[in-house]
């Protein structure tokens, strides 16, 4: 007698105890036919919930894009076995809630959550910093050059805690802020606080580690520096990094502001380094990545590189992937890489998530989900990708996007290599949402609705 393959007996599990079923449930015959939205609506009436949440699926770790009976037919797999699936709420897509228009190309944004208020930053081409308050209103923007601002545009900025704040750009420096703001309803302040030294080329990006009071950023000149934000820590500015104006500015000014040099340069990179940051469980070794194809690990100790991974194309952007042991980097091939870089790996390349029209040049990973991450490009959109959405190909493993984002300001549809609308920067808040900054000259906040818990 041939096996019933229109059905099979499931059983389902979930790692997040807000929606496992009670231990007590067996396993359930199921239609072959279902695809997620189907067995959604199944674990959904075994929850007992009116309000549907939409659910993803993995058989052994891979996420079910199928009906089951593919699947199964695919894999080889007996309809008479008992197949355990593995069930957790689906990442949708986040939707348009705000754009905060600038008057320049916006190159880098920040988020501030978990103190009370809520505050995004900007830095800008304009080479001004902006706080705003989500009711789009500017809470606090930084002086010009001639007040101690940036003195061109502005390329990377980053809050280090509530208070304070790092910026870089085509000035070839690095400036540390004070930011404070009141509680009553007296205006909030950007106040210099030092000024940073030590690149001969424009700094493209930086990385903070608050508790160690250090900041890395990478430079177009293909060094990486080090540095503290204690300016008793850090030691005097090169004065041959300084400009006359600098210089006139120090001497003239009735209270300069403190310029210091880095703890460390680190040089091994032969183009310009795009991106760094510090390994996630250990602030001692750093990486970076630059347009010379190479992701390189530095003890930072010692101040020497220790490994060098090397792709197929140009490097510019990173975010680490900590409960993967892996670092996503964002290329010139219009993909994002994943890559293992642990001395022991024997494969350096675990994954590509293609999709991508253009180079991509900021990542973010999901605050609430380990598996995924979005990347900004400059094709003029944003994609969300969950890396356990995967498709065999011969050259390796192949991911694909959930989620694409346009930019509000183009009605969110596609321009020719995104003329006018290219993404500069990504960053994913769990309370702000997804928040980016482009060529449009806004910053623009999608969020997911909540579901009902």
């Known amino acids: 007698?041939?096996?019933?393959?229109?059905?099979?007996?499931?059983?389902?599990?979930?790692?997040?105890?807000?929606?496992?079923?009670?231990?007590?449930?067996?396993?359930?015959?199921?239609?072959?036919?279902?695809?997620?939205?189907?067995?959604?609506?199944?674990?959904?009436?075994?929850?007992?919930?009116?309000?549907?949440?939409?659910?993803?699926?993995?058989?052994?770790?891979?996420?079910?894009?199928?009906?089951?009976?593919?699947?199964?037919?695919?894999?080889?797999?007996?309809?008479?076995?008992?197949?355990?699936?593995?069930?957790?709420?689906?990442?949708?897509?986040?939707?348009?809630?705000?754009?905060?228009?600038?008057?320049?190309?916006?190159?880098?944004?920040?988020?501030?959550?978990?103190?009370?208020?809520?505050?995004?930053?900007?830095?800008?081409?304009?080479?001004?910093?902006?706080?705003?308050?989500?009711?789009?209103?500017?809470?606090?923007?930084?002086?010009?050059?001639?007040?101690?601002?940036?003195?061109?545009?502005?390329?990377?900025?980053?809050f280090i805690s509530p208070t304070q704040i790092a910026s870089s750009g085509f000035d070839r420096t690095i400036r540390i802020w004070n930011y404070s703001e009141n509680d009553d309803l007296s205006p909030a302040a950007l106040i210099p606080q030092i000024e940073l030294y030590g690149h001969k080329a424009m700094v493209l990006a930086l990385a903070v580690h608050q508790p160690s009071s250090r900041i890395l950023s990478a430079s177009a000149d293909q060094s990486v520096g080090l540095w503290s934000t204690n300016e008793a820590d850090a030691p005097a500015a090169p004065e041959s990094c300084l400009s006359l104006r600098d210089i006139k500015r120090r001497e003239t000014s009735s209270n300069p502001t403190p310029q210091r040099g880095p703890l460390a340069l680190l040089k091994s990179h032969t183009e310009p380094v795009s991106s760094v940051l510090f390994a996630p469980h250990d602030s001692t070794v750093a990486y970076s990545a630059s347009w010379d194809h190479g992701l390189k690990t530095w003890d930072l100790t010692t101040a020497t590189a220790v490994d060098t991974r090397v792709i197929s194309h140009s490097i510019f952007s990173l975010v680490a992937l900590p409960s993967l042991n892996l670092v996503a980097a964002g290329t010139s091939g219009r993909d994002v890489t994943l890559i293992d870089p642990r001395a022991s790996a024997t494969n350096i390349v675990a994954m590509t998530l293609k999709g991508h029209t253009n180079d991509v040049v900021s990542l973010a990973t999901d605050p609430d989900n380990t598996n995924c991450l979005a990347s900004g490009s400059h094709d003029g959109f944003c994609r969300i990708w969950d890396i356990r959405s995967v498709k065999a190909e011969k050259k390796g493993s192949k991911g694909q996007c959930m989620h694409t984002i346009g930019r509000q300001s183009n009605g969110g549809k596609a321009r020719e290599a995104g003329h006018g609308i290219k993404v500069f920067g990504v960053v994913w808040d769990s309370n702000v949402g997804l928040v980016s900054a482009g060529e449009d000259k806004v910053v623009q906040i999608n969020r997911t609705k909540e579901s009902e818990a």
């Open 1 to 158: 007698m041939a096996p019933d393959i229109s059905r099979v007996r499931i059983r389902f599990k979930s790692l997040h105890p807000d929606i496992a079923l009670p231990d007590k449930t067996g396993s359930i015959l199921i239609n072959t036919d279902f695809h997620r939205s189907g067995l959604s609506q199944v674990v959904n009436k075994l929850l007992g919930r009116e309000k549907q949440i939409p659910f993803i699926f993995l058989i052994n770790g891979v996420l079910l894009q199928t009906s089951l009976h593919e699947y199964l037919t695919q894999k080889g797999i007996s309809f008479e076995s008992t197949i355990e699936l593995e069930y957790s709420k689906a990442t949708m897509k986040p939707v348009h809630v705000g754009s905060f228009v600038h008057d320049d190309w916006v190159s880098s944004v920040d988020v501030l959550s978990n103190t009370g208020r809520e505050r995004i930053l900007s830095g800008s081409y304009d080479g001004l910093l902006r706080v705003w308050s989500m009711s789009s209103q500017i809470t606090a923007a930084s002086p010009g050059a001639s007040d101690g601002g940036h003195t061109a545009s502005i390329k990377a900025a980053r």
